[in-house]
């Protein structure tokens, strides 16, 4: 088991005093610290068309702020100043190994809320300016210094500067301030503001961010999900009318029965359930196509007693719930009904990362879930 980057706070402790209540400092949470990703290789990553990256500079002397969205070139990192710049690169887990192992420090966290690593790189004095997210996020230094800035409660009514292309807050007021060294971590909850500024040059960070789907996009999702299941036949019905003295009336009996229409889908747990678990496993990225090669059961097998592993797609997410004597395996918003025989597997490829072990492609039931991930690209093979 993993050691829980909270320093000497427990997990217990931690999530009742902190999360989502109060940002918290805590130093040297992961000594030792080893980058993800090179600097050079971070730059790498951004000049790829599929990967999403920005590049924020300011112009110290006026106070204004560019933003340019990759993909880059060499010529633009050959460019660059040696100070107030920085890069950032979403997903670095998605296409880096190394940055989902990272990412995996930080399931003490339920995974299917875990949105993905973004890594920052900054030149001296570089940052994003002061701003606040909707979500919860792990901020850890992996090289060099950054100053944090923290405030107080921000949200969209909050005053921004309306002459830059970046969403900085106009009247930013810190309450603390910090300086992380390589190895220290803050947490941030939701509409706390924050500011990071590099002290000195090569400061890399990386932002643990998690998946907080606004109440908005929840109800349209589900609405779509349950419309399109729905015939066109089952409709609107008032079979107890009683006459009115007004005929452009709305009763409060006909509000009833629409509100009646609502509450029979929300109230079906399994209906729930099953929609929230494909949505919150769904990709980051809608474009990612699976792969739907062919693989064979005996290849796989061979594979495994050779000393290869099954490895979960670093951009795959995996999630269940248990239903009865079944349980419901969501990947990448797909759903699989596994019976009680799959209960490890199916909690193993929630939890770990890789499967070493022929185990399960040996018993029964086993082997049509695991080429069904394979084909659809959610494992892989790996030596």
Known sequence: MKTLPLGDLSLETFLKDYWQKKPLLIRQALPGIKAPIAADELAGLACEEQVESRLIMQDPMSDQWELTHGPFTDETFSALSTAHWT???QAVDHWVPAAAEFLSQFYFIPSWRVDDLMISYSGDKGGVGPHYDNYDVFLVQVSGRRQWEVGGIY???SPRRLDVPVKILSEWKPEQR???EPGDLLYVPPLVGHNGIAVGEDCMTCSVGFRAPSHRDILLDYSESVGEELSEE???ADPDLVPQANPGQITSDAVKKVQKVFTQYVEDDDRLAQWFGCYMTSPKYQ???ATQEEYHLEDVRTHLAEGGKLVRNEGSRFAFHEHGKNLWLFVDG???TCRSLLTDLVKTLCAERMISSDQYVSSEGHDSLLLDL????SLYLSD
């Open 178 to 180: 910090w300086i992380l």
């Open 155 to 157: 949200d969209e009514t």
């Open 287 to 289: 474009d990612e196509e």
């Open 374 to 377: 394979l084909s659809h690209g």
């Open 334 to 336: 797909r759903q699989y």
């Open 87 to 89: 890069l950032l690169v």
């Open 234 to 236: 089952v409709r609107y």
